[in-house]
Protein backbone atom coordinates (compact mmCIF):
# COMPACT_ATOMS: atom_id res chain seq x y z
CA UNK A 1 0.00 0.00 0.00
CA UNK A 2 1.34 3.66 -0.78
CA UNK A 3 2.26 5.82 2.10
CA UNK A 4 -0.02 9.16 2.03
CA UNK A 5 2.68 11.29 0.62
CA UNK A 6 3.07 8.44 -2.02
CA UNK A 7 -0.51 8.29 -3.36
CA UNK A 8 -1.58 8.50 -6.60
CA UNK A 9 -5.19 9.16 -8.21
CA UNK A 10 -6.89 8.33 -11.12
CA UNK A 11 -10.06 8.54 -12.83
CA UNK A 12 -11.80 5.64 -14.90
CA UNK A 13 -14.89 6.41 -16.88
CA UNK A 14 -17.45 3.04 -17.32
CA UNK A 15 -20.77 3.59 -19.40
CA UNK A 16 -24.14 3.96 -16.59
CA UNK A 17 -26.75 3.58 -20.05
CA UNK A 18 -27.53 -0.11 -21.80
CA UNK A 19 -25.57 -0.42 -24.54
CA UNK A 20 -25.57 -3.62 -26.88
CA UNK A 21 -22.14 -4.26 -28.54
CA UNK A 22 -22.45 -8.19 -30.30
CA UNK A 23 -25.05 -9.15 -28.38
CA UNK A 24 -23.22 -8.14 -25.03
CA UNK A 25 -24.72 -4.56 -22.53
CA UNK A 26 -21.82 -2.72 -21.90
CA UNK A 27 -23.56 -0.88 -19.49
CA UNK A 28 -21.68 -0.90 -15.64
CA UNK A 29 -23.15 2.14 -13.74
CA UNK A 30 -22.25 3.15 -10.36
CA UNK A 31 -25.21 0.76 -8.83
CA UNK A 32 -23.54 -2.30 -10.98
CA UNK A 33 -20.40 -1.36 -8.98
CA UNK A 34 -21.20 -1.50 -6.27
CA UNK A 35 -22.74 -4.52 -6.66
CA UNK A 36 -20.17 -6.60 -7.53
CA UNK A 37 -17.24 -4.73 -5.46
CA UNK A 38 -14.58 -5.61 -7.02
CA UNK A 39 -14.45 -5.86 -10.77
CA UNK A 40 -11.37 -6.04 -13.45
CA UNK A 41 -11.43 -3.06 -15.78
CA UNK A 42 -11.26 -4.98 -18.77
CA UNK A 43 -12.15 -3.51 -22.61
CA UNK A 44 -9.91 -0.65 -23.02
CA UNK A 45 -8.18 -0.79 -26.54
CA UNK A 46 -6.65 2.58 -26.50
CA UNK A 47 -2.65 2.94 -25.94
CA UNK A 48 -2.54 6.35 -23.54
CA UNK A 49 -5.25 5.09 -21.49
CA UNK A 50 -3.52 1.20 -21.43
CA UNK A 51 -0.33 2.92 -20.55
CA UNK A 52 -1.80 4.89 -17.42
CA UNK A 53 -3.60 2.11 -16.34
CA UNK A 54 0.23 0.06 -16.35
CA UNK A 55 1.49 3.07 -14.16
CA UNK A 56 -1.08 1.85 -11.69
CA UNK A 57 -0.32 0.70 -8.22
CA UNK A 58 -2.18 -1.16 -5.45
CA UNK A 59 -3.70 1.21 -3.35
CA UNK A 60 -4.34 4.11 -5.54
CA UNK A 61 -7.27 6.07 -5.34
CA UNK A 62 -9.76 6.68 -8.18
CA UNK A 63 -12.71 8.74 -9.38
CA UNK A 64 -15.87 6.48 -10.94
CA UNK A 65 -16.82 8.53 -13.89
CA UNK A 66 -20.56 8.02 -15.85
CA UNK A 67 -19.89 9.23 -19.14
CA UNK A 68 -21.56 8.64 -22.90
CA UNK A 69 -24.92 9.28 -21.30
CA UNK A 70 -27.28 12.66 -20.59
CA UNK A 71 -25.70 13.30 -17.18
CA UNK A 72 -21.79 12.43 -17.05
CA UNK A 73 -20.45 13.01 -14.25
CA UNK A 74 -18.48 11.63 -10.88
CA UNK A 75 -20.70 8.91 -9.38
CA UNK A 76 -18.37 7.25 -6.99
CA UNK A 77 -15.17 6.54 -5.68
CA UNK A 78 -12.90 3.26 -5.72
CA UNK A 79 -8.92 2.05 -5.24
CA UNK A 80 -6.57 0.04 -7.20
CA UNK A 81 -7.34 -3.31 -6.25
CA UNK A 82 -4.99 -5.42 -8.60
CA UNK A 83 -2.37 -3.90 -10.33
CA UNK A 84 -1.76 -4.05 -14.53
CA UNK A 85 -2.15 -7.56 -15.66
CA UNK A 86 -2.85 -9.38 -19.21
CA UNK A 87 -6.59 -8.51 -20.63
CA UNK A 88 -7.41 -11.64 -21.95
CA UNK A 89 -10.46 -10.59 -23.12
CA UNK A 90 -8.78 -9.35 -25.94
CA UNK A 91 -8.56 -12.86 -26.80
CA UNK A 92 -11.83 -14.07 -26.58
CA UNK A 93 -13.63 -13.57 -30.16
CA UNK A 94 -17.40 -13.79 -28.31
CA UNK A 95 -16.25 -10.44 -26.05
CA UNK A 96 -17.02 -7.04 -27.44
CA UNK A 97 -13.53 -5.63 -27.66
CA UNK A 98 -12.10 -9.05 -29.38
CA UNK A 99 -8.81 -7.87 -30.99
CA UNK A 100 -7.98 -10.31 -33.25
CA UNK A 101 -4.04 -8.80 -33.76
CA UNK A 102 -3.50 -9.51 -30.01
CA UNK A 103 -0.76 -12.36 -29.29
CA UNK A 104 -1.26 -14.29 -25.65
CA UNK A 105 1.90 -14.95 -25.62
CA UNK A 106 2.97 -11.17 -26.20
CA UNK A 107 0.11 -9.30 -24.32
CA UNK A 108 -1.44 -5.79 -25.82
CA UNK A 109 -3.54 -4.82 -23.91
CA UNK A 110 -3.47 -4.87 -20.35
CA UNK A 111 -6.38 -4.10 -17.15
CA UNK A 112 -6.31 -3.85 -13.66
CA UNK A 113 -8.95 -4.44 -10.83
CA UNK A 114 -10.77 -1.76 -9.61
CA UNK A 115 -12.44 -2.03 -5.99
CA UNK A 116 -16.16 0.23 -5.12
CA UNK A 117 -15.37 2.26 -2.00
CA UNK A 118 -18.45 4.49 -1.95
CA UNK A 119 -20.72 6.01 -3.48
CA UNK A 120 -20.67 10.20 -4.51
CA UNK A 121 -23.14 11.14 -1.53
CA UNK A 122 -23.60 14.32 -3.77
CA UNK A 123 -23.05 13.13 -7.79
CA UNK A 124 -20.57 15.74 -9.39
CA UNK A 125 -21.75 16.69 -12.75
CA UNK A 126 -19.41 17.69 -15.59
CA UNK A 127 -21.21 20.71 -16.29
CA UNK A 128 -20.28 21.82 -12.77
CA UNK A 129 -16.87 21.24 -13.48
CA UNK A 130 -17.31 22.96 -16.91
CA UNK A 131 -18.72 25.66 -15.24
CA UNK A 132 -15.82 26.12 -12.34
CA UNK A 133 -13.41 25.94 -15.05
CA UNK A 134 -14.81 28.50 -16.99
CA UNK A 135 -14.89 31.26 -14.23
CA UNK A 136 -12.02 32.91 -12.91
CA UNK A 137 -10.45 31.46 -9.38
CA UNK A 138 -11.60 34.39 -7.85
CA UNK A 139 -15.63 34.15 -9.32
CA UNK A 140 -16.55 30.75 -8.89
CA UNK A 141 -20.56 30.40 -8.08
CA UNK A 142 -20.68 31.32 -4.57
CA UNK A 143 -22.66 28.07 -3.48
CA UNK A 144 -19.25 26.11 -4.11
CA UNK A 145 -17.30 29.17 -2.79
CA UNK A 146 -16.15 26.50 0.36
CA UNK A 147 -13.70 25.60 -2.44
CA UNK A 148 -11.65 28.15 -2.13
CA UNK A 149 -9.00 29.47 -5.12
CA UNK A 150 -7.24 26.75 -4.91
CA UNK A 151 -9.44 24.36 -5.09
CA UNK A 152 -10.83 26.09 -8.37
CA UNK A 153 -7.20 26.03 -9.80
CA UNK A 154 -6.72 22.49 -9.40
CA UNK A 155 -10.16 21.85 -10.83
CA UNK A 156 -9.56 24.19 -13.91
CA UNK A 157 -6.42 21.85 -14.49
CA UNK A 158 -7.95 18.56 -14.49
CA UNK A 159 -7.85 16.41 -17.81
CA UNK A 160 -11.31 15.89 -17.54
CA UNK A 161 -11.81 19.64 -18.88
CA UNK A 162 -9.01 20.43 -20.76
CA UNK A 163 -9.19 16.65 -22.63
CA UNK A 164 -12.30 15.19 -21.60
CA UNK A 165 -11.97 12.46 -23.99
CA UNK A 166 -9.49 9.47 -22.66
CA UNK A 167 -11.41 7.39 -20.55
CA UNK A 168 -8.64 6.74 -17.93
CA UNK A 169 -6.87 9.98 -16.46
CA UNK A 170 -4.33 11.19 -13.84
CA UNK A 171 -6.02 13.69 -11.17
CA UNK A 172 -3.98 15.63 -9.14
CA UNK A 173 -4.38 15.59 -5.45
CA UNK A 174 -5.63 19.34 -5.37
CA UNK A 175 -8.24 17.97 -7.61
CA UNK A 176 -8.86 15.16 -5.57
CA UNK A 177 -9.44 16.82 -2.63
CA UNK A 178 -11.77 19.28 -4.53
CA UNK A 179 -13.69 16.57 -6.01
CA UNK A 180 -14.27 15.29 -2.44
CA UNK A 181 -15.34 18.60 -0.86
CA UNK A 182 -18.15 18.58 -4.03
CA UNK A 183 -19.34 15.07 -3.25
CA UNK A 184 -19.53 15.41 0.86
CA UNK A 185 -21.23 19.21 0.67
CA UNK A 186 -23.18 19.58 -2.54
CA UNK A 187 -24.89 22.79 -2.40
CA UNK A 188 -25.18 23.93 -6.24
CA UNK A 189 -28.96 22.79 -7.14
CA UNK A 190 -29.78 25.91 -8.06
CA UNK A 191 -26.43 27.16 -10.09
CA UNK A 192 -27.59 27.23 -13.51
CA UNK A 193 -25.17 24.61 -15.22
CA UNK A 194 -25.77 25.57 -18.52
CA UNK A 195 -22.57 26.40 -20.66
CA UNK A 196 -21.89 29.90 -20.67
CA UNK A 197 -22.16 31.57 -24.87
CA UNK A 198 -18.73 33.70 -25.24
CA UNK A 199 -20.28 36.05 -27.86
CA UNK A 200 -18.22 38.87 -28.81
CA UNK A 201 -19.60 42.58 -28.20
CA UNK A 202 -21.66 43.57 -30.58
CA UNK A 203 -20.56 46.16 -33.63
CA UNK A 204 -22.03 48.68 -34.77
CA UNK A 205 -23.89 48.69 -38.25
CA UNK A 206 -20.71 50.53 -39.85
CA UNK A 207 -18.41 47.79 -38.83
CA UNK A 208 -20.91 44.96 -39.26
CA UNK A 209 -19.46 42.28 -41.54
CA UNK A 210 -21.49 40.85 -44.62
CA UNK A 211 -23.76 38.38 -43.78
CA UNK A 212 -22.16 34.95 -44.30
CA UNK A 213 -23.81 32.46 -47.23
CA UNK A 214 -25.88 29.55 -46.56
CA UNK A 215 -23.26 27.23 -47.33
CA UNK A 216 -20.69 29.14 -45.40
CA UNK A 217 -22.55 28.84 -42.16
CA UNK A 218 -22.83 24.97 -42.94
CA UNK A 219 -19.38 24.76 -42.40
CA UNK A 220 -19.05 26.23 -39.45
CA UNK A 221 -18.08 23.21 -36.69
CA UNK A 222 -19.46 22.57 -33.14
CA UNK A 223 -17.83 23.57 -29.87
CA UNK A 224 -16.97 20.40 -28.29
CA UNK A 225 -17.61 21.91 -25.16
CA UNK A 226 -21.02 21.44 -25.91
CA UNK A 227 -21.42 18.28 -25.96
CA UNK A 228 -23.25 17.53 -23.18
CA UNK A 229 -23.21 13.86 -23.49
CA UNK A 230 -19.41 13.57 -23.22
CA UNK A 231 -18.79 11.33 -26.17
CA UNK A 232 -15.22 10.52 -26.05
CA UNK A 233 -12.55 8.63 -27.71
CA UNK A 234 -12.85 5.20 -29.18
CA UNK A 235 -10.65 3.02 -27.70
CA UNK A 236 -8.56 1.93 -29.88
CA UNK A 237 -5.36 3.57 -31.64
CA UNK A 238 -6.30 5.11 -34.91
CA UNK A 239 -4.99 2.91 -37.73
CA UNK A 240 -3.43 4.73 -41.37
CA UNK A 241 -6.29 4.11 -44.47
CA UNK A 242 -4.03 2.98 -47.03
CA UNK A 243 -5.22 4.77 -50.43
CA UNK A 244 -4.34 4.66 -53.98
CA UNK A 245 -2.46 7.87 -55.89
CA UNK A 246 -2.61 10.10 -52.36
CA UNK A 247 -6.38 9.84 -52.47
CA UNK A 248 -6.82 9.07 -48.68
CA UNK A 249 -4.55 12.27 -48.29
CA UNK A 250 -6.65 14.59 -50.55
CA UNK A 251 -9.94 13.66 -48.86
CA UNK A 252 -8.16 14.73 -45.50
CA UNK A 253 -7.47 18.29 -46.95
CA UNK A 254 -11.02 18.30 -47.94
CA UNK A 255 -12.12 18.10 -45.12
CA UNK A 256 -10.18 20.08 -43.48
CA UNK A 257 -11.33 22.68 -45.40
CA UNK A 258 -14.42 22.06 -45.07
CA UNK A 259 -14.29 22.93 -41.50
CA UNK A 260 -12.64 25.93 -41.45
CA UNK A 261 -8.78 24.96 -41.66
CA UNK A 262 -9.60 23.08 -37.82
CA UNK A 263 -8.64 19.68 -37.60
CA UNK A 264 -10.11 17.50 -34.71
CA UNK A 265 -7.91 16.80 -31.54
CA UNK A 266 -5.26 14.54 -31.77
CA UNK A 267 -6.71 12.25 -29.13
CA UNK A 268 -10.07 12.42 -31.11
CA UNK A 269 -11.55 9.27 -32.76
CA UNK A 270 -14.59 8.55 -32.89
CA UNK A 271 -17.55 7.94 -30.47
CA UNK A 272 -15.88 5.96 -27.15
CA UNK A 273 -16.79 2.31 -26.91
CA UNK A 274 -17.11 1.72 -23.30
CA UNK A 275 -13.89 -0.29 -21.56
CA UNK A 276 -16.83 -2.65 -19.21
CA UNK A 277 -18.73 -5.41 -19.53
CA UNK A 278 -21.72 -6.15 -17.61
CA UNK A 279 -20.88 -8.91 -15.45
Same mark, same amino acid.
Given at each position: ???? *?????????????? !???????VKFSVEDFERV???PWEGVRN??? !????KEM?????????HSNCKNPGIAGFAHVSKEAYPDYTAWDSSHPYYDPKSDEKNPKWFMVDLTFDSRA???????????? *?????????HEVSYLGEEGAKAIKGMDLVTRGRLSVQRVEKGAWLAINQLAEKGGWEEVDLKPT?????KKSDADAAPPKSKRSAKRKTKDPSDDENDAEETDEEAQPVKSRSGAASASAKRRKQDVGGEEPP?????? !??? *????K
Amino acid at each position: MPSA *ASETYWLLKAEPDS !RIVKGKDVKFSVEDFERVKTSPWEGVRNYEA !RNLMKEMREGDKALFYHSNCKNPGIAGFAHVSKEAYPDYTAWDSSHPYYDPKSDEKNPKWFMVDLTFDSRAQHFVPLALLKKI *ADSSPSSIPHEVSYLGEEGAKAIKGMDLVTRGRLSVQRVEKGAWLAINQLAEKGGWEEVDLKPTKKGKAKKSDADAAPPKSKRSAKRKTKDPSDDENDAEETDEEAQPVKSRSGAASASAKRRKQDVGGEEPPADWQGT !RRS *ARIKK
